[in-house]
């Protein structure tokens, strides 16, 4: 019971905090609306919907950034690899935004075209989310309202507790994405023993509570991007870990407990603590120390043999 408990603890401390500071950071970052762009290789996961969504799902822009909100219907997005380069690795890459939008852009599409031009099939997920209001404007002010800043100490507890999240859409979409990328995977090139997945903030946290959690999913790697940093227990068959967040990030607040905990169990774990960079920065911003994650990560990769296919193949 006490390792569940310090599970859940760190997944609502990280959604608690995205949620906050994306509410904050909001403030800087007019909102416009977006007409659904087209998803033509999108391909639905037959998950359900979501409990008391009322509103359908919409789009918006922000930062320059296209992103979707009320998400009810998962999908799931290939981009597969010229097969001239194409290394047998496979991707599913998971969006931040707080569980209320999707960043598609900054952290998917753009994240799925990079992996791709490096070989790597990659696979965009569009997550089930909780309800936002129907019209823009009410989801902006809301965006917007006040709120309490994170608090500054060291310590694992946020000003006040949030309350208990309910993940289970998002970790069943995410077992759905890995089932079909497993199924089709003759035909997509894909290796199914070298299956990881990278996210960005709350993705971040979805990739982790489905390494903490999924009973079906068996990934050869993670990437948590800018997510919580608490500590965890971990499974005794986890998966290697890259990890990336900035000094400047709200995530960060001085904790490596994720890390301590991947240390301590004997697996594998890739650190960079980069001097800048914020929250929410994708593949990169100009100027900021954390713009080559993405070439290292590559290298993680490499060196850990998941580009080279096994010779017990």
């Not at 599409?109 to 696979?123: H, P, R, T, Y």
């Not at 309350?163 to 089932?179: F, I, R, T, W």
């Not at 997945?197 to 790697?221: D, E, N, P, Q, R």
Request: charged fraction near 20%; proline fraction near 8%; aromatic fraction near 12%.
């Amino acid at each position: 019971m006490k390792g569940f408990q310090s599970r859940i603890h760190w997944l609502s401390i990280a959604v608690y905090l995205i949620c906050i500071t994306s509410t904050i950071n909001a403030q800087d970052g007019t909102i416009y609306p977006l007409e659904a762009p087209d998803e033509p290789n999108a391909i639905l996961l037959n998950t359900g919907g979501v409990e008391d969504q009322t509103s359908p799902e919409t789009w918006f822009r922000q930062w320059g950034d296209p992103m979707a909100r009320n998400i009810s219907i998962a999908t799931l997005t290939p981009f597969l690899p010229d097969p001239e380069k194409a290394t047998g690795a496979a991707v599913i890459v998971a969006p931040g935004g707080g569980f209320r939008w999707l960043s598609m852009g900054n952290e998917g599409w753009e994240v799925a075209e990079a992996l791709a031009k490096q070989g790597i099939a990659a696979f965009v997920l569009k997550y089930r989310l909780f309800p936002t209001a129907e019209k823009l404007e009410d989801f902006s002010d809301w965006m917007n309202r006040p709120r309490p800043a994170p608090s500054d100490n060291s310590s694992d507890t946020p000003p006040s507790r949030p309350p208990q999240v309910d993940l289970s859409n998002q970790l069943e979409d995410a077992e759905a994405a890995y089932a079909i990328i497993v199924d089709r995977a003759e035909e997509w090139g894909v290796d199914t023993d070298r299956i990881g997945m990278i996210g960005f903030s709350a993705g971040a946290g979805l990739t982790m509570h489905s390494t903490l959690y999924s009973k079906t999913m068996k990934l050869a790697f993670i990437g948590p991007i800018y997510g919580g940093m608490g500590p965890v227990d971990v499974p005794e068959d986890a998966p290697p870990m890259f990890n990336v967040i900035a000094t400047d990030d709200f995530l960060f607040r001085g904790q490596f407990g994720v890390i301590d905990s991947w240390y301590k169990a004997g697996i594998p774990v890739e650190f960079h603590l980069y001097q800048n960079g914020g929250h929410g920065f994708g593949l990169g911003n100009p100027d900021r120390t954390s713009n080559r994650w993405f070439e290292a990560f590559i290298h993680w990769l490499d060196v850990n043999k998941f580009l080279t296919a096994s010779t017990d193949h």
